[in-house]
């Protein structure tokens, strides 16, 4: 297949969370086959971060400054004041140069294809002429996060105009087809890394990777983690079930540090409880790592449950929605239990702790599930959408 014109699009790309990641990751794989790609992020990172040491690819921030604080006139004459009226000019100025930005990088391909990375960046495209390029529609969380945010709106408002939406498991783009948006495909997202040889699972170390934010749940993995190390035996000492030595880290930062803080001392775990931020290794984290936890209220396909499986290392979670049973099947490459059962969650977080075969058995299997989302397996189907899109 002859070298194509891509532009990989999305709202913020610099930040460190998993879809920046994938963007970055999609950029540097398709530029490696010959493509010619630009990766351009709308709005500039709050906190960049450097996913690629060395890029293959143009990576543009199309707005110079970070959006305006959200405002409401609390009076008419309020909304009309000088000072307000001289700001919405200068918002205006900002959006038209950004977007005459964009169209002029778009102009000057001959044809090819736009990779939208959000729904909000599809609100954001639909003023900018690209007539010679065909789009693409990305979403990477569940239908059912969608159905808790005004992304499904927008979805159905936009992605129906494009030549194909993907979804990042079967079951979520069978979702969107029910709710007759035609194009809905799958899509998966692509390993970051493979390593080359799975995780030791030798450490007593029970990891949870993601901000630390309220949808995330960590206070269910903190009351578990204190329940299955202190809260087995006598007087609160480590029962039987072998939870002694055993460490809980988080990898990520987020508002709720202090919080998650404050809970591990009233539980008596704070000793036992790292707080790690930002790692930019993560696939030396998973090495350190012999579980993964998941207490999330809601998931889409979170990549940290693909990393830890590539990373062999078996993970432990609530059966959240169709992505998360495809990267984790349940008795064979680690162990769901049903979303928000703690006392579930806590028995199988200790009987893993307990019970280093079955950790190993896990490991090797997850690391094997896995392998089909290797970057270069997932490329093959992105050209092969690709090819039947010019079909």
């Not at 992304?151 to 939406?165: D, F, V």
């Not at 709710?179 to 998966?188: F, G, I, K």
């Not at 680690?334 to 059962?341: E, S």
């Not at 009987?351 to 089909?372: N, S």
């Amino acid at each position: 297949m002859g070298a194509r014109d891509l532009f990989l699009v999305g709202v913020d790309v610099d930040s460190m969370g998993g879809s920046q990641r994938v963007l970055h990751t999609l950029a540097q794989g398709f530029a490696e086959r010959g493509h010619r790609v630009d990766l351009i992020g709308i709005r500039p990172s709050p906190e960049p971060h450097t996913f690629v040491a060395d890029p293959g690819y143009r990576h543009t921030t199309l707005y110079t400054g970070p959006p305006a604080p959200p405002w409401r006139a609390e009076s008419f004459a309020e909304r009309l004041s000088p000072a307000r009226v001289r700001a919405a000019r200068s918002e205006r100025r900002d959006r038209d140069r950004a977007r005459e930005r964009l169209a002029g990088r778009f102009a000057a391909a001959r044809e090819g294809l736009v990779l939208i990375g959000s729904p909000w960046a599809a609100v954001w495209l639909e003023a900018v002429e690209r007539p010679h390029l065909r789009g693409i529609g990305q979403y990477h969380e569940s239908f059912l996060q969608a159905c808790h945010s005004e992304n499904l709106r927008l979805i159905l408002r936009h992605y129906p105009a494009l030549e194909k939406s993907v979804f990042l498991s079967a079951a979520d783009a069978a979702e969107f087809r029910r709710r007759r948006l035609p194009n809905a495909t799958v899509m998966p997202n692509p390993l970051p890394f493979t390593p080359a040889e799975p995780a030791p699972l030798d450490t007593r170390r029970v990891g949870a990777v993601g901000r630390l934010e309220e949808v995330k749940r960590l206070d269910r993995l903190l009351d578990a983690f204190a329940e299955a190390t202190v809260g087995g035996g006598p007087g609160g000492s480590p029962g039987p079930a072998g939870g002694e030595g055993w460490e809980l880290h988080f990898f990520g930062d987020g508002p709720l540090e202090p919080e998650l803080r404050a809970r591990a001392e009233r539980l008596g775990v704070a000793g036992r409880v790292r707080f790690r931020g930002s790692v930019r290794d993560m696939a030396a984290a998973y090495r350190e790592l012999s579980l993964v936890a998941l207490t999330s209220e809601r998931e889409g396909r979170p990549m940290a449950l693909a990393e830890a499986s590539a990373s062999g290392v078996p993970c432990v979670g609530f059966d959240l929605s169709g992505g998360v049973r495809e990267l984790v099947v349940d008795g064979r490459t680690g162990t769901l239990v049903p979303p928000g059962d703690t006392a579930a969650f806590t028995e199988a977080l200790r009987a893993l702790m307990a019970d280093g075969a079955l950790r190993e058995r896990y490991g090797r299997a997850a690391r094997e599930h896995v392998a089909p989302l290797r970057l270069p397996a997932v490329l093959d189907r992105w050209e092969a959408l690709f090819e039947e899109i010019d079909r």
